[in-house]
């Protein structure tokens, strides 16, 4: 892993996400964006020609616009990107969140799965997540 961008509004858990980045990726350049999704720009994203991986965790359950945070991601992304997206799964209207962003995104492949309380050891926990692929020349 060559670059690892971190995008998190909380700088106590972007500290705790570079701590860790620290201790699996000694070796990797870690870029912190310290900022809530509202006010990212293109240019916190790093372009890359090569594979990108995007890990995205409870990024749809939040008030943002996700529409313009998809067209940032858009227009900064080149060569194949998969994008991992894990959000709880509240069957209500915050799942309409995960389907505008994976829309937006222009996936050229999209696989889902959603897993319910009975597939976890505990109560009340479910998960959706969604894998895509986009290439972009």
Known sequence: ???ITLI???KKAL???VDLCKLFYPKSNIIKV??????LVRTDFIQNRNCTL????NITDL?????RLARIINNSLLGENWFVIVSPYFHHELDENM????ECLNADEYY?????????????????????KCIKR
């Open 8 to 10: 998190e509004p909380s």
């Open 99 to 102: 389907d505008e962003l994976i």
């Open 15 to 17: 500290d705790r996400a």
């Open 112 to 132: 889902n799965i959603t897993l319910d309380q009975d597939e976890f050891e505990c109560y009340d926990c479910t998960c959706r997540v969604s894998l895509l």
């Open 63 to 67: 008030d943002y616009d996700i529409s």
């Open 34 to 39: 310290n900022k809530d999704f509202d006010s």
């Open 54 to 57: 995007h890990l995205m965790s």
């Open 1 to 3: 892993v060559e670059n």
